[in-house]
Structures are given as structure tokens and as C-alpha cells.
């Protein structure tokens, strides 16, 4: 497997080829070293099998980013001991050296100054669209002292490549877009690119036995035609830009979508928003014009889309992103011929993109561990108990794998005929399908444990007797609160598991994330559908990444959306709801009516049972119903058993 085979970039050799890129994790300390969080983090994807992790965005000068930072020599120290313990593995260790696109240095010179925060952001705000035309010469040269400084403190720590952040600063000034300088910084290509040459040139200056790895963004077109990204350059100046890198003595290319769209969806793409290995034209169109080694990142979701990418000629190393943080044994089982026992990526950006957005660190919805490495950690059990598991939805497996991991014997009594609860009709709205992946990896593993499954059987207080232990699962169900009425409604839940309808004409009651993606299911069939919100805001636990296409799916299928209406009954032809803003009472007619008002957790009567019993998932009081909390409270309590 291609995959698997060693590569030379520059001065050194990577035992495979699969790299994990630069992807802002949030892990490390507030002065941006590298603590015990970010350490065990990379520690275990070295562990893993991993060939190459390029930390991402390091910055050579204190900011405001959450983002690694080296711009001290008080750093050098704890990114050294991070070198060190990859190379324990055989993994080599980038560092991307990245300047924000602002005049960060003002900013906390504001902020030491206590100025006002409305002062400090506007001006943030600001400097973002207008740093780098408006940044002297003077102020480009003072930045790539710093940048220069910064990779002198990376030689000293054992780092083994140098990356170049391609966006960013950089980026922004190569870009046609967004680089409207007069002087030799802007205008013609060969200007546009001086900044960029000119880091280069700083870290061969710094060794001539570092490897350089440039990350070459590029601004891609949507199928209207219109750009995508504006840091960056358009595919034919990327092409040319490679060939100058090359004769310049960089070593290696990663080619990526360019940023600053206002989007990160557009550089993260969650399920089914766009194609899988979404960059594969672009890089082999680079691939095609250098003798140096290319690689591409994006959507890129298992080790056989990866090796087809190899084969095929379209890069020569792969980034592994979201993938690693899902399963960081990637590599290990590929070697180990178990690649079905990967636990794969649904690009769901809920624990990772959203993650970040909000200035909290990476933790994947399916991975408990991840975030947690070397603390989240399955031990054999100190006494062997008899486990009985209440639900096969995600959260009653995965207490299954864990609880059977541990050595305990385990049981899983499921009420329905099939496995996987709710993920069932929750992969049933468009885009979602990639969810089933995570079925394919709970089917393959239970296989390969010691656990019995009973379908169609639904769980007793008689059966409970000689269990050690009881984990509840079973879940939640449509709510139906007290809207008189109700009964003219169908549940949404319903629908999405297959439920035929005979009339066209729609109204969903709810506008959570229930109701738009069984909304955004029905219009696509050709149904007419409407929806009613009470609040100013309709699907406000998703994610601001998918929301812009959630709004452009509504636009196209033409589905009404109705806020600030409060449902005041469910008459048999009609919605009557107050409109909050009008102060009015309006009638909504329809020919169906769908409930998605809410969900309710399930309940089970074991009272007095002699059982240790714990309630996981979607029915434990005070959690929230998704795969994140399902994952990590079944991970948890299980892991508990028997110590």
C-alpha cells in the first residue's frame, strides 16, 4: 500500500505518507507553549502511526489568537520536549509559521493600555480587511524580523520542517482580492509574491538544512463560477508560484483551499456540503508542474480515498484532519489489515469546527478520548462484573465496547428489531447519510467482542436479576406538550423513519434542528412545506458553518419560515398562533401538521432493583440530546464498572 511506503521531503524521510495538517486545536496554554494537553494530543498520534503532524499556526509574536505561539525563547523549551517525543515514534514534527492578518502588535499594545473593549475590537475588526494594504514597509519588515526570530527558536527545539502559512498575511498579500498595495508589495504577480519569497528566503537564511514546506492555497471557483477564498491564489497563478517555489529550494507543497471566505465550512466542509477530496483538480494540476512532493487535505475521509489519491498521481502525501481526531489509529490498523475497525470521520464539525468558532478546544463527538489523551483512558477492569446494557442506540454501544474492552461480560437488550436508535432517521435528511458511518463502525467491532445482543426484546425489572450492573439507554421520543390540539399532529420522528404522507400541503410545528431538517427532507420530495419558530431564530443549535447552506436549500425549495409565532392551538385545518411581533392572532393553514416541537427522555421502571443501574445518552436528566453526549456519558459511566 502506497499509503504505507516511506517518502524523502528535503532532508528527511517520512516513514508513510500520512501527515496530520495544521488544524487549530485549541490545546495549547494561554502563552501559546506547548503544555501537557497539547503534548499527550500529538503524543497519541504519533502513537498512532501517524508520519508527519504540522502544527498550525504558530505565531512569532503575542496575539489575541488561541493558537501556538514561539516568540519567546522561554518557549523553545516545551515545543523542544513536543520534537523530542514525536521522534521517540518516528514522526516528524512542522511547525507553520503564521502572522495574522492584522496589526496584532497594536492591538495588545491597546489592550496592555486598558483602552476600551469596543476600541480594541472595532479596531480588530477593522485592521482584518484593511491591515495588509494599509501595513508600511517598514512595519512587513519589522514582521519578518519576528517571523525570522520565530524560526530560529524552531531550529533550536528539533523541529524537522518549517511550513509557511500561504494565507493568512501571506496570502493576503499574493491574492488579487484582497492586496490592493501601489508599491512592491502589490499590483503584478511578481510583487504580490515578493512577502511570501522573502519568508523563504528568511528560514534558508536561518539553516540550510531545514526542510520548507510551503502551504499553497487556492482560491477555487463554486459551480457558478464565482471565487472561493480570497487569501491565495487563483489556480494559474498557483501554478506558476509553484514552479518559482521549487527553483527558490522549497521542499514540499500542501495544497489547500484558500481562506477568508467568511466561511469556515468553505475550508471545513461538513457532510455532503461539498465533494470529497474537494481539492484533488487543484493539486494535481500543481503535482503536475514540480519534481518536489505535493500534498492535499480536505475531505479526504479514509485510507482508501487516500491511497486512490496516491495512486492516481494526485499528491504524494495525505492530510488527515478531522479523520485523526476521530480514530488516531489510522495507521496502526491499516498496517494490522483492520481498516474495518476504523472508527471514521462523519464530518459532522459539531466537537471540532464548532469547537473552535467558539474559542473552545477540540473534542470530537465520537471519540471521547480525544482532548482527553492518556486521562480518558480504558483499563482492564480490577472485578469482572455481568453488565447489562438497556438500548443499542450510539451511547448504549459504545458502554458496550468499553464495558466488553474492560473484560466485563456484557448484554445489550435492544425493544426494536435493528441496532442504532436515532442515528436511524437522523441520517434520513439531506446531507446527512455520512452519519451511517459511525453504524459501519459499531457493526465491525461488536463483532469482535465478547457482547450478546437481544433485538426485540424490550428490558424487565425480572430480567435484571443477576446483572452486576444496568446501563439505561433507551433514549428519547417526540414530545407532546400540553397545545390543545396536539392530536391533529404527526411526530417528525415519524416521518423521517418512513412514514408515507398523502397531502402536499405542510406545516412543521418547531423550528429546532428537528423540524428544519424534516423541513428540508419533505421539500426536496416536492412537498409544500412551512415552518413555525417562536423565537427570532430558527435552527440555533447548528452550526454557523452549515447555517449558509441550510438558508440557500430553504431559498431554493421555497420553504416559508415563520419566527416570533407561538402555537396557541392545532385546529384541524389550521395552525392558530399569536405573531409576537405584530401583537396578532394569525391562522397558518395546512393539509399535514408535523410535531417537532421537542423531545422527551424515555423512561423504565427499575425501582428497587439489586443493580448498580446508571443512565447514559439521550435519557439521562439534564443532558442534551446528541452523539456528544451520548459518546462521552456511556465512555464515562462504563469505563467506571468494576474499579
Not at 61 to 84: E, G, H, N, V, Y
Not at 134 to 151: D, G, H, N, P
Not at 465 to 480: C, M, P, R, S, Y
Not at 559 to 584: G, P, S
Amino acid at each position: 500500500m502506497k499509503l504505507l511506503e516511506p517518502i524523502q521531503i528535503g532532508n528527511i524521510v517520512l516513514k508513510n505518507r500520512v501527515m496530520f495538517p495544521p488544524l487549530t486545536t485549541g490545546y495549547e496554554e494561554k502563552d501559546g507553549s506547548i503544555g501537557e494537553q497539547s503534548l499527550n494530543f500529538y503524543k497519541r498520534l504519533a502513537e498512532g502511526g501517524v508520519g508527519y503532524i504540522v502544527i498550525g499556526d504558530v505565531v512569532p509574536i503575542p496575539t489575541f489568537s488561541p493558537t501556538p505561539k514561539l516568540f519567546m525563547d522561554a518557549q523553545i523549551d516545551s515545543f523542544k520536549r513536543l520534537a523530542d517525543t514525536l521522534h521517540e515514534y518516528d514522526c516528524k514534527l512542522g511547525l507553520q509559521i503564521f502572522h495574522p492578518e492584522y496589526d496584532a502588535e497594536t492591538l495588545m499594545q491597546m489592550f496592555k493600555e486598558n483602552r476600551p473593549k469596543e476600541e480594541i475590537f472595532g479596531k480588530l475588526h477593522y485592521d482584518m480587511l484593511h491591515f495588509i494594504n494599509e501595513a508600511t514597509v517598514e512595519q512587513l519588515k519589522k514582521i519578518l524580523e519576528k517571523i525570522t526570530a520565530c524560526i530560529h527558536r524552531a531550529i533550536k527545539a528539533g523541529v524537522d520542517v518549517i511550513e509557511v502559512h500561504g494565507d493568512r498575511l501571506v496570502g493576503s498579500l499574493c491574492s488579487t482580492i484582497l492586496n490592493k498595495r501601489t508599491d512592491q508589495y502589490g499590483g503584478v504577480f511578481e510583487n504580490r509574491i515578493r512577502f511570501a519569497l522573502e519568508v523563504i528566503e528568511a528560514i534558508q537564511s536561518a539553516s540550510d538544512q531545514i526542510t520548507i514546506e510551503y502551504k499553497l492555497p487556492i482560491v477555487t471557483r463554486r459551480l457558478d463560477g464565482s471565487f472561493q477564498g480570497k487569501g491565495g491564489l487563483v489556480l494559474e497563478e498557483a501554478i506558476e508560484f509553484a514552479k518559482i517555489l521549487e527553483q527558490r529550494g522549497v521542499h514540499a507543497l500542501h495544497v489547500a483551499q484558500a481562506n477568508h471566505t467568511g466561511n469556515m465550512n468553505d475550508t471545513i466542509p461538513a457532510m455532503g456540503t461539498r465533494d470529497y477530496a474537494f481539492m484533488r483538480k487543484e493539486s494535481k494540476a500543481i503535482k503536475s508542474v514540480v519534481s518536489i512532493p505535493v500534498s492535499t487535505v480536505g475531505r479526504i475521509i479514509d485510507v482508501d480515498m487516500a491511497e486512490e489519491l496516491l495512486q492516481e498521481g494526485i499528491c504524494d502525501y495525505v492530510g488527515f484532519g478531522r479523520p485523526l481526531l476521530a480514530d488516531p489509529d489510522i495507521v496502526n490498523k491499516t498496517i494490522v489489515n483492520q481498516k474495518h475497525l476504523i472508527r471514521r470521520c462523519i464530518m459532522c464539525n459539531k466537537g471540532c469546527t464548532d469547537a473552535i468558532q467558539n474559542r473552545r478546544f477540540l473534542s470530537c463527538v465520537l471519540n471521547a478520548e480525544n482532548g482527553y489523551e492518556y486521562k480518558r483512558t480504558i483499563e482492564p477492569a480490577k472485578q469482572i462484573h455481568n453488565v447489562a446494557i438497556v438500548g443499542a442506540g450510539i451511547a448504549g454501544l459504545e458502554a458496550a465496547r468499553v464495558a466488553s474492552l474492560k473484560g466485563h461480560k456484557v448484554t445489550v437488550f435492544e425493544k426494536s428489531n435493528q441496532l442504532f436508535g436515532q442515528i436511524n432517521i437522523a441520517a434520513v435528511p439531506p446531507r446527512k447519510d455520512e452519519m451511517l458511518r459511525i453504524c459501519n463502525y459499531y457493526t465491525a467491532i461488536i463483532k469482535d467482542l465478547n457482547i450478546t445482543i437481544h433485538l426485540n426484546e424490550e428490558f424487565t425489572k425480572e430480567q435484571a436479576e443477576g446483572f452486576d450492573d444496568i446501563l439505561v439507554a433507551i433514549g428519547a421520543q417526540n414530545a407532546h406538550p400540553p397545545i390543545p390540539g396536539i392530536e391533529y399532529t404527526i411526530d417528525a420522528w415519524d416521518v423521517l423513519a418512513g412514514k408515507e404522507l398523502a397531502k402536499q400541503k405542510i406545516v412543521i410545528a418547531g423550528g429546532g434542528l428537528v423540524g428544519v431538517e424534516t423541513a428540508e427532507y419533505l421539500a426536496q420530495k416536492g412537498y409544500q412545506v412551512t415552518l413555525l419558530e417562536m423565537t427570532d431564530k430558527f435552527a440555533k443549535e447548528e452550526s454557523n458553518t452549515i447555517m449558509p447552506t441550510i438558508l440557500e436549500e430553504f431559498k431554493k425549495f421555497n420553504i416559508k419560515v415563520l419566527t416570533n409565532h407561538k402555537i396557541k392551538e392545532f385546529a384541524e385545518t389550521v395552525v392558530v398562533c399569536e405573531d409576537l411581533l405584530q401583537n396578532t392572532m394569525v391562522e397558518v393553514p395546512y393539509e399535514i401538521c408535523i410535531n417537532a416541537l421537542a423531545s422527551q427522555k424515555n423512561k423504565i421502571d427499575l425501582k428497587n432493583v439489586k443493580a448498580n443501574v446508571a443512565y447514559i445518552g439521550d435519557c439521562l436528566e439534564g443532558a442534551g440530546c446528541n452523539i456528544d453526549t451520548a459518546t462521552k456519558t456511556a465512555y464515562d459511566v462504563a469505563n467506571q464498572i468494576g474499579m
